[in-house]
Each structure stands twice: as structure tokens, then as C-alpha cells.
């Protein structure tokens, strides 16, 4: 069972998923205010720029992101130009997809989405889909209600266009009448925001997302989580203020921690937690280690034996290493929240059986992020290349603003 673990830190809220033996899978430093993932605004057309098939638009005042004509989808305008394509000076209602990464200015969607615990409401993408974690019966099972349950929220948004929901992971522990009246409040409050929008003025902020911290706790899986430990006073109350509206299943796992004697940060070894997730040298049990590396186009995985691997069990003993590598190198992208292009480059091996074993593995690993990644392929000079669905900045970055 995992424990999430909320606390003050570093001038960050720091919030930490553990498993059962008392080890990181997760790691976030958030903001205390200004975050804007997922804030719906009126924002108004700088430029359009063909080449490279994007658009700039201001949200705020002196606030320029980047919107990619593919995640046009359905748009909304409160004031159109002449032209039928988006143009400079047109103003439509816009939601920030990915937050600023590196030197990239936060990316946007004019097909705007609603989140809950149990389903997601989306204009962008229609049709039904289902977490992909769980097994393929319950999958069917929760398509055909989520087939069911779009036709009743399309005539409700009919004049918004062609809805899409996605059924989340914790869909599969709760009464069909509980993922219903979910998805009924989000349809009313997408419809709200969409049809009044017209008569807000330009840079208007539609809807404000709850903070990272405590929007993040709707993501976790309730049959895997023992229990939210928040150590702060004001932390816990708007966490069981948000949890009580929102989800009070997950409202009921949530503890206040006091101790002045043994803080959080000491009864968990936040600190070194957090050295390790920084580190570019990760050690492994086998006494292999990874050495990661991230540049502003790609984050490169080297995998070193630390030892000889010489002799007639030379294959054997690089199969093993390299297995565990590729289970490391799965957590470390989760916990350090990697993204983009990742190249992992394993000891070479001779045999095709032993390279596949490892591919698989990598695969499998990957199917437990919570975030989309996969195995795209191992080239030629046998480096493997993966992608990771770029959502937040990099833990790295997370705690450097």
C-alpha cells in the first residue's frame, strides 16, 4: 500500500508518494500560488505562424503560449475575424495543457477538459475511453456505461460541440450512480464556463484550477493508497475542505501529522529522498549504476556495470543488469518526472532473446506510470529511445523556481 505525504519544504509543498517499504515513486514541489496548468482564459491571437503549424496566444497581459494547430480542436471564439481560420486578433477560450518547461512557454488547447476522481470531461477529444490499467473485462464493463453515460452528457453540451470522457482507474471501485452524478457536475460546470464566456472581456481567467498539490490527490489510486498525511495545519484544512467536495472516500484517509519532535522530514528521510532524485549517479542493488543526464532536447540513461562482467557468464550477467536497469530506469522517469525524448543506453548484449527480455520488461515497467510513456525502439547502436508525455517541468525545475 502507498502513503502520500504532504509538508511544507524548501519554501515548496512538497508532496511525496511512497510505497510500502518507505521509498519514493513520486516526488512534486509545488508552487504555493501561480500555477496555471489546466486555468481556462479568453486569449487573444498574437500570431499564427504556418511553418511550424502553431499559433501565440496572450492569456494575460504580456503572457504569450504556445497553442499547436492539431489541439485546435473545437474552438470556441468570442470574437472572430473575417477569415474562417484562426488569425491574428481572434479571441477564444483557451485551457493551459503543459505548464512552461525549460525555456518553452506554457502550451495550450482550445479543446477544454473537466477532471474528477472517476471520469474526464473533455470538448477536444470525442468518444469514450478507458484507463488502460485496468483488466480487460472491467474495461468493457466501463466502456459500454461510458457509451451509455455520453449520450445523455451530449445533449446536454449539445451546443458545445461533440464531448469526449475518459473513465479513470478509480471508476472501477464505485457504483455506476456515483461515476454518473460525477460526470453530471462537470458537464454543468463545462457548460458554464463555455457559455459564459461571451460575455467576459478578453484575458479573463474562466476557471481557476485548485492548486497542483491538492488537484493531484484526485489521481491517486484510492485501493493502493493507505492513507494522505499532511503535516501542515492550514495544508490539512484545505485538503479536507477539498477532499469533502470532491471525494470522500479518499476524505477519509487523510491525517493530520504532529510530531515537533520528529518532523516529516526526518521520519521519512525527505531530504536524502530528495539528494537521490537529483543525483546523476543512481546506484543499483546489483552494484550496477545508472548515470542520467538531462539536456535541453533529450534526457540520456547510461547503464554501467561498476564491474567486470567478463568470463563464460558474461551474457547472464548483462541480462541481469540490464533488467534491472530497465526497471530503474522506469521509476527514476516517474520520480524525477522525466518527459520527452529518453535514450537508454544498456550494456550490449549478443544474444536477440536476451535484448527482447529486456524490451518487455521496460515495457511492463512503463505500463504502472501514471503519465503515457512507452518504448518507441532500440536503433541499430542498440540505444533504446522511449517517450514520456510532457504534462508538469521536471523535478529539477519544480524545485528551482
Known amino acids: 500500500m502507498n502513503r502520500c505525504c504532504i509538508t511544507p519544504m524548501r ?3 512538497i508532496t511525496f508518494l511512497l510505497d510500502e517499504s518507505g521509498h519514493a515513486l513520486e516526488i512534486h514541489g509545488d508552487e504555493t500560488q501561480g500555477a496555471i496548468l489546466g486555468n481556462i482564459y479568453v486569449g487573444r491571437v498574437q500570431r499564427v505562424v504556418k511553418n511550424i503549424r502553431a499559433a501565440f496566444v496572450e492569456i494575460q497581459p504580456g503572457q504569450v503560449c504556445y497553442l499547436p494547430l492539431e489541439d485546435l480542436r473545437n474552438p470556441f471564439y468570442i470574437k472572430k475575424g473575417s477569415s474562417p481560420e484562426i488569425q491574428q486578433g481572434d479571441e477564444l477560450v483557451v485551457q493551459v495543457s503543459r505548464d512552461a518547461i525549460k525555456t518553452k512557454a506554457a502550451a495550450l488547447t482550445s479543446g477544454v477538459s473537466l477532471s474528477g476522481s472517476y471520469v474526464i470531461l473533455d470538448l477536444g477529444h470525442p468518444g469514450v475511453g478507458v484507463s488502460r490499467k485496468l483488466p480487460p473485462p472491467e474495461r468493457e464493463r466501463l466502456k459500454t456505461l461510458g457509451e451509455k453515460l455520453l449520450q445523455t452528457v451530449s445533449g446536454d453540451l449539445g451546443l458545445l460541440g461533440s464531448p469526449g470522457i475518459v473513465l479513470r482507474t478509480n471508476a472501477a471501485s464505485v457504483p455506476e450512480t456515483v461515476v454518473e452524478r460525477e460526470l453530471m457536475g462537470l458537464a454543468e460546470e463545462l457548460y458554464r464556463i463555455i457559455s459564459t464566456s461571451i460575455h467576459r472581456t478578453c484575458f479573463s481567467c474562466l476557471y481557476r484550477t485548485p492548486p497542483h498539490w491538492l488537484k493531484r490527490l484526485l489521481s491517486l489510486h484510492k485501493a493502493e493508497t493507505e492513507r494522505i498525511v499532511v503535516e501542515d495545519e492550514e495544508l490539512y484544512r484545505k485538503a479536507s475542505a477539498f477532499l469533502a467536495e470532491q471525494d470522500r472516500e479518499l476524505s477519509d484517509k487523510l491525517v493530520l501529522y504532529r510530531d515537533d519532535l520528529l518532523p516529516m522530514v526526518k521520519l521519512y528521510s525527505l531530504e536524502r529522498e530528495l539528494e537521490d532524485a537529483l543525483s546523476e549517479r543512481v546506484w543499483m542493488r546489483s552494484g550496477a549504476y545508472l548515470v542520467i543526464q538531462t539536456t535541453e532536447v533529450l534526457t540520456v540513461v547510461d547503464v554501467n556495470s561498476g ?21 530503474e530506469t522506469a521509476r527514476q522517469m516517474r520520480l524525477r518526472n522525466l518527459s520527452g525524448i529518453v535514450i537508454v543506453d544498456f550494456i550490449n548484449m549478443e544474444q536477440e532473446e536476451s ?18 510513456a512507452h518504448v518507441v525502439d532500440m536503433t541499430k547502436l542498440e540505444l533504446v529511445e522511449l517517450t514520456r508525455k510532457k504534462v508538469e517541468p521536471p523535478l529539477a525545475q519544480q524545485l528551482r523556481r
Open 307 to 327: 564491474k567486470s562482467v567478463g568470463g563464460k557468464k558474461k551474457e547472464e550477467t548483462c541480462l541481469k543488469i540490464n533488467l534491472e536497469a530497465a526497471r
Open 355 to 372: 535484448r527482447q527480455s529486456v524490451m518487455e520488461e521496460l515495457r511492463n515497467c512503463l505500463r504502472q506510470d501514471p503519465v503515457q
Open 11 to 13: 519554501g515548496k509543498i
